[in-house]
């Protein structure tokens, strides 16, 4: 049976598809393991090397992994559910086979041994950008590139195109003066030099600029994540300013994100916006530039962390008008699913002097005091009402009556204890 690669994507015509793993659990005791009896077929889907999702299964589970591409057996320690692999195939799919701009596997890795770096490129929309390289299993790719996977598809082509050459050329003594050797096409008389010469059109050379600007971009790849933390957010923050000064801010927000994630500096990216983007008329600009904040933010704990420092920043700049609206600004970049609640309430329980003076800093949290009060409260109340339903649902009775043609769903309500029971006198004692 087959699945969608993205499964997230619901439609069952959705054109990227490949097998739904299947795992065989062998040995007993401390022998025990499971082999994915299928990675083969699945990982071609994915055109990745079978080892790369079975070694992934191995750093998230922390068992160890054994590959035999000859028997096609690809194992991993311990007794695992094919589900629960399955599950963790998603992740591994969304982290090294999706593109992260148009969400389509049709992507290819890219290795540099030299700087230690993986690189991404997307068929389908022409997205280059790096992958992130924390995971354990980047040190296993950088090791084991895609092209020198034995057993691979490409090391198989090439071995086969080798063996032909060989076969034609072995023969020389006699297949040379054979006929049966294909010569090269005869040039067609009737065709024009212009075949030969370069296009002058303008998207001829719009094309060729493109390409050009595109392979100077991979060259400094490179060489900017060579640089320090300090320049490489000099240099995001000096990207930012030119496409605001050129007046292409508004439908930038992708550029932006692929610029802090080429240059690696992704979860500062709200740091350096806020300062760009941001003045006293900070509540009208959430609005206005939320997208270009929730690309960094969604998911990202950090890069919130950095926005509430950035916050605190502009008040600093902005003292006089933004330090009594403190409150209402907080709830706005909570309403508008910037930052999360629980990365405010750890905000709002340490004063720190990272990004303005302690005492203004105190300041700023005394003045938040009123919304982080009704955040603790509704958080109470919610978990207070989930409650509550809960009884509710203990206290419904399903009641079966011999003359009605339906069930019936009466409410019980609990039975109270007999107060006369209950009640003693202390002075009868």
Known sequence: MSVNVNRSVADQFYRYK???????????????????????????????????????????LGAQTQFDAKNDRFIVNGSHEANKLQDMLDIFIRKFVLCPECDNPETDLHINPKKQTIGNSCKACGYRGMLDT???LCTFILKNPPESEPGSVKEKKEKKNRKKDKENGSGSGEAGNHNDIDAPDAVDGDDDDEDWAEETT???QRRRMEEI??????????????????????????FVKQK?????????????????????????????LSELL????????????????????????????YLLGGFECLVKLHQAQLLSRVPVILKDLYDADLVEEDVILSWAEKVSKKYVS????????????????????AEEESEGSEEEEAEDDENVEVVYDSSAQELK???VKPDKPDEEEDYFDIDAI
């Not at 605001?244 to 350096?272: F, H, N, Q, S, Y």
């Open 358 to 377: 302690k005492e203004l800093a105190k300041e700023i949290h005394a003045k938040a005091a009123p919304f982080i009060k009704w955040l603790k409260e």
């Open 213 to 238: 600007s595109a392979h100077a971009k991979n060259l400094t790849l490179s060489e900017d994540l060579e640089k320090t933390l300090e320049e490489r957010v000099n240099i995001f923050y000096n």
């Open 134 to 136: 924390r995971h354990k």
């Open 409 to 411: 769903v009466e409410t």
């Open 18 to 60: 490949m097998p739904r793993l299947i795992a065989k659990v062998e040995g007993k005791g401390n022998g025990i393991k499971t082999v994915i009896v299928n990675m083969t077929d699945v990982a071609k889907a994915l055109s990745r090397p079978p080892t790369y999702p079975t070694k992934f299964f191995g750093c998230e």
């Open 278 to 305: 941001f003045d006293e008329n900070i509540r009208d600009q959430i609005k206005k530039y939320k997208r270009h904040f929730l690309r960094f933010c969604v998911n990202n704990k950090k890069a919130q962390k």
């Open 244 to 272: 605001r000064e050129d007046g292409a801010i508004d439908a930038a927000d992708k550029e932006i994100l692929a610029e802090a994630e080429r240059l690696d500096v992704t979860a500062m990216g709200p740091l350096i």
């Open 202 to 204: 303008e998207e001829a």
